[in-house]
């Protein structure tokens, strides 16, 4: 509710009310700009309320003519249940994120391939939306895909707000064969008009455990021999992983393989990039969300979201002296790759839909994907 306009009368009792809070009896010094409940940059005065109120020095009762309070909020939801957007809320920012997918392990004794990093979750991301005050809205936030040892990463959960779906983040490519992830595709058997009883379904194709696996953004391919290729993204929410192909056999497998970002870039292929010791090869970026908040008089929100996992390092059957330190760096909220002689990459930070980390190829006992990141739904609530 704005202020009375100059020249209509404007107490003191009025500008307690309209900023909600101070002291009684009340002092006007208070409600200085930037304090306590008069936001940084609210506008009031004589000439129609276009002038800043102070943030110190003489401050008056017709500083605060036609003046409104600026009241945000932002929300995080996590898990699952229900929110209901209080009544003050005019417009709305809404990011829905999706789990990451984990990293995919690489072949046991291989020494020559990088687990794929596992993809982002999908964003989904609308601003100012309006028509939401008051109502009630269910909520269901997907997990992180799971790490697992010798497998390609698991695919992450997705997550819903009222009508809108983010994807979960494919799978990494993890080591040869085929795995309990991967979705499977049948076809029907027409039957014979006299022998109905013949109609059946029959598995015809698969994904190969080296593939990355499609999602809000693909997993990144394992470096298996060039095998393993990229996961595919959801248009308007992700990006592809990158391909772990074309690598010569013999050749380095170093973590070029990262999986997509949310809404940033894809990830790099596994011979698109040179490579140095101890430098990153990332999986995609993802995409960074805060706004300014009148309210705490700062940025809030929760940054960089939907970052790929960077790819497990890996090195070739000829090469007989790997850089043990490189690994592969992920996007926002992602988790980076193995360095060779480590066990597992690093997991995806929670509420990022960051992707995992892919398993390095140079351990006997192979290695192991990381898990990715869980999703989240951030609202952001203003009444301006």
């Known amino acids: 509710m704005t202020l009375p306009i100059y020249p209509s009368s404007l107490s003191l009792s009025q500008i307690q009310g309209e900023f909600v809070g101070g002291s009684n009896p009340i002092s006007l010094s208070e409600y200085y700009a930037g304090g306590t409940y008069v936001s940084a940059g609210t506008l009031g005065g004589l000439n129609g309320g276009s002038v800043a109120i102070p943030s110190s020095g003489a401050l008056r009762i017709g500083n605060f003519h036609g003046a409104s309070a600026r009241r945000d909020q932002l929300v995080t939801l996590t898990g699952s249940g229900s929110y209901t957007v209080p009544s003050w809320v005019v417009k709305m920012d809404i990011v829905v994120i999706g789990g990451g997918g984990a990293g995919g392990s690489a072949y046991w004794r291989g020494q020559n391939d990088g687990g794929g990093g596992g993809g982002a979750g999908g964003v989904v991301y609308l601003a100012n939306q309006t028509g939401y005050a008051g109502g009630t809205y269910s909520y269901s936030v997907g997990g992180g895909g799971a790490g697992t040892n010798l497998a390609q990463g ?8 009222y009508v809108y779906t983010a994807k979960g983040g494919g799978g990494g490519g993890g080591m040869p064969g085929y795995s309990p992830n991967n979705p499977q595709y049948y076809v029907t058997i027409t039957p014979n008009p006299k022998r109905p009883k013949t109609t059946k379904q029959v598995l015809t194709s698969d994904y190969n455990n080296y593939d990355g ?3 809000g953004s693909g997993g990144g391919g394992n470096a298996y021999y ?20 074309g690598r010569p056999y013999g050749s380095r497998g170093d973590g070029y393989n990262g999986g997509g970002g949310g809404a940033g870039g894809a990830g790099l292929n596994n011979w698109t990039a040179h490579y140095s010791y101890g430098t990153g090869y990332t999986g995609g970026i993802g995409s960074s969300y805060t706004w300014y908040s009148y309210s705490s008089g700062g940025y809030v929100g929760p940054g960089g979201v939907g970052g790929g996992g960077g790819a497990g390092s890996g090195f070739g059957v000829f090469e007989f002296s790997p850089d043990a330190g490189i ?12 360095p060779m002689y480590v066990s597992s990459g690093n ?8 992707g995992g980390g892919g398993g390095s190829g140079i351990l006997d006992f192979g290695s192991y994907g990381a898990a990715g990141g869980s999703g989240a739904v951030y609202l952001f609530m203003k009444d301006y």
């Open 327 to 338: 690994y592969a760096y992920p996007g926002y909220g992602g988790g980076n790759g193995a």
């Open 226 to 245: 060039g095998s393993g290729h990229a996961g595919v993204g959801t248009a308007g929410q992700g990006n592809n992983g990158g391909d772990g192909s």
């Open 347 to 354: 997991a995806g930070s929670a509420y990022t839909g960051g």
């Open 213 to 215: 696996l499609p999602g």
């Open 154 to 161: 698991a695919k992450g959960g997705n997550t819903v707000f």
